[in-house]
DNA sequence: GTCTATAACCGGATAGAC
DNA sequence: GTCTATCCGGTTATAGAC
């Protein structure tokens, strides 16, 4: 346990790729995000998540030191795969920012587990002293701070209407996602999670931008 | 134990008040709302809820003979304050259905500790094992349900669009509604969740109201 | 109505064999 | 890298005293 680093693993400097011989712990990952979808942090069971994986409890702490850092290294690797992908590059335009917002509905529509995760999470966290608390606090306020940034940026364009209030636009955008996301996790077949979206992307972007002026596609 | 009737307990018939001598069931119920809050369903512990309450565990499970029932009747118990306050007449137009949910959100920003059960149990529920899965999911379709033929009378009535989408938009108020409360449960200073809430129904309701018809108040 | 005691089990973390 | 063994504590539910 001295040469293992717990809950960051060896990776390569450019884009957070994982040497090969981590598989391993790629699986307890992908195992750790079904568990925490279903039973939340507290009730999850490391001896149950290693058992899926193949292992036994102690094995599966060899690669991560404790559940904490279990719970750590499953967001930091969700947020790879999805705040870099969606929000990496800055929208040059409020449409193509409410269009990134609907691709991000479309690629959660196929990982129900992971939306179950964050779901549930998410609404622990609001305890301070859950071990995500940090986390969500510190996401939301940077997707909030990022989508008010580019909706101000396209009032000053001139796409926006000049009264535009864009952070009550982006934390009510937020909000439809998260609670279409809720909405969904419980009846995965009776919400069109991505459609709702678009649906209410659609009319709020129509809304506030000005008069006249034509929205891209 | 013979004579409790667990997660029930005697009630009078008309409105659900609970009779003289159950103010300990009541106390249980408050502590029991903080801990799903905090800890969701099946980390809480009822020795912890109990402590709570100045009571032991044996002493807890006499007035609630499993930790299931008491998650029921804390439901139950919600929902007698809640569901049949907000929803139990029926709105007498679009607009009055609106300013219902307003009133709901302003009454919810009373309680954080409810709203943070509420999420957390809302989340855990999307689960198809979890005790509190029919609840949520009857409550959900019916909340739908009630909403859409309150538009669809309001689309009868001439007072919306014929072409009002009813069920999406009562879906996505009731997305605002829970993606708000995520938020403001995760950051009660920095979010006004009455206010944002109140202007997306205002500018909702103006989305889909027939042209020159004036909004009441 | 509340307590204590107990049954039977599961929790995370550590130590050390291989 | 994975296992077994172990420590120490927590879990629900039951039984029975008072």
């Given at each position: 346990m001295s040469t293992s680093r717990g809950g960051n693993g060896r990776r390569t400097a450019a884009r957070g790729t994982y040497a090969v011989g981590d598989e391993r712990r790629l699986r307890i990952l992908d195992a750790a995000v079904e568990h925490f979808a279903q039973w939340g942090f507290h009730a999850s069971s490391l001896a149950r998540i290693a058992k899926d994986v193949g292992i036994t409890q102690g094995g599966l702490l060899h690669h991560f030191r404790s559940k904490e850092s279990l719970l750590v290294a499953v967001l930091e690797h969700s947020d790879e795969q999805d705040v870099e992908r969606f929000f990496g590059t800055e929208p040059a335009s409020a449409a193509e920012c409410f269009t990134t917002l609907t691709r991000l509905a479309s690629h959660n529509a196929t990982r129900l587990g992971r939306v179950k995760m964050f779901n549930v999470l998410l609404a622990e966290a609001?305890?301070?002293?859950?071990?995500a608390h940090a986390y969500f606090t510190r996401r939301n306020s940077e997707v909030l701070r990022r989508m008010t940034g580019s909706l101000r940026r396209a009032v000053d364009s001139g796409e926006l209407k000049p009264d535009a209030d864009c952070p009550a636009v982006a934390r009510e955008a937020i909000a439809v996602m998260d609670g279409l996301q809720l909405q969904w996790a419980l009846d995965p077949e009776g919400v069109d999670m991505v459609a709702q979206f678009r649906a209410y992307a659609d009319r709020t972007l129509r809304a506030i931008t000005v008069t006249g002026r034509g929205l891209p596609a």
């Open positions: 609001s305890n301070p002293g859950h071990p």
